[in-house]
């Protein structure tokens, strides 16, 4: 299998995190390390903590620490990226880049099973560590859980259809494995639909993978423990893949980044923010990048700096 992932707007995310190469950075998603190794090329003295949960990512982390001393290897949530920078000692950092979901490798490792393609076991943990996996998700939520998930995060127009059709599987035997959920899928919905374009499995794997991982919860942590590790001047980059990803880091800097409404008929106050933003709308990828590379297509890069 390749151990390929393009990375996504390289070139925005390191012109957008301006670095300095005596300065201290995070990058909190390091996947196969492709927006990494631009970092460490541009760094002297200054150092790269990198982190991710995925001990395949750490192990390949660790085969880059012979070329660059500098790098700093965690494999921990990026959600707790306060105590991890506690633990060394850094009170504050010049950039952090995110890079949110799940990295080509990861889909492409087909025993991970992250895809509708392979036949695997019902895992999708990106962290290998944890005990909640897809199994648990598909077997035991309830129908309404499964409903909820969904329709929020995979935007299934056709849940009610699939979660039924799970429900029935499971009455007979527990759904184990990726390929047995795949039937199940097909087995729920007519044929009409079943034509139409994409997969039909596609939605509901990125629901539970987003449900396992717990991926807005941990976005929502990681942006408010960031945006205060950051040092004046420092940036924070994020890369979101999903429109409820991209409205939590929109609304996050919006509320640091402008100031507070007021009520017109009263004095206005005197308001200094701490932060600015990089980015007035999402910047996404240009056409080049969207031929060659699939996964830049859903991509929405922000950019917030503390002033
Ligand atoms: C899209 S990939 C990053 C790719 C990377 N920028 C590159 O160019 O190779 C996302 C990576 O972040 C990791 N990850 C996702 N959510 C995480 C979290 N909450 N904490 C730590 N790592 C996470 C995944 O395991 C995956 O390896």
């Known amino acids: 299998m390749s151990e390929q992932h393009i990375p996504v707007m390289l070139k925005q995310c390191i012109d957008m995190l301006d670095i300095h190469p005596t300065k201290t950075y995070v990058d909190a998603t390091f996947g196969r390390g492709g927006h990494s190794k631009a970092i460490l090329e541009q760094l002297t003295t200054g150092q790269l903590i990198v982190i991710d949960q995925d001990l395949a990512a750490i192990e390949a982390a660790q ?6 001393p500098n790098l700093i290897i965690v494999h921990d949530n990026y959600s707790n990226l306060k105590n991890i920078l506690n633990d060394l000692n ?9 890079d949110c ?3 080509s490798v990861q889909l492409d490792e087909g025993e991970r099973g992250f895809s509708y393609r392979f036949d695997a076991h019902l895992d999708m ?14 077997n035991t939520y309830t129908p309404s859980q499964l409903l909820h998930i969904l329709y929020t995060y995979g935007e299934e127009k056709h849940a009610k259809m ?5 429900m ?10 990726t390929f047995q959920l795949v039937d199940t899928i097909k087995a ?26 717990q991926e807005l919860k941990h976005l929502e942590v990681f942006l408010t423990q960031a945006t205060s590790s950051l040092c004046s001047q420092g940036t924070l980059v994020t890369l979101t893949f999903h429109s409820l990803e991209d409205r939590l880091v929109k609304q996050h800097f919006k509320t640091l980044a402008t100031p507070p409404k007021t009520n017109k008929r009263l004095p206005s106050l005197d308001y200094s923010l701490d932060y600015s933003l990089k980015t007035s709308k999402a910047v996404i990828a240009d056409e080049m990048e969207l031929e060659t590379n699939p996964r830049s297509k859903s ?5 917030i700096q503390k002033l």
């Open 101 to 103: 979901g799940v990295s």
């Open 168 to 177: 029935k599987a499971r009455e007979i035997k527990p759904i184990e494995t």
């Open 63 to 68: 085969m880059l620490q012979a070329q660059y």
């Open 299 to 303: 991509a929405k890069l922000r950019a």
């Open 188 to 213: 729920s919905l007519p044929n009409k639909i079943l034509k139409q374009v994409g997969h039909p499995a596609k939605q509901t794997f990125q629901a539970i993978r987003i449900e396992v991982n």
């Open 125 to 138: 943990r990106m962290n290998q560590t944890q005990k909640l996996s897809a199994y648990e998700v598909v």
């Open 162 to 166: 699939i979660v039924r059709g799970i």
């Open 90 to 98: 850094i009170e504050c950092v010049a950039g952090i880049l995110v």
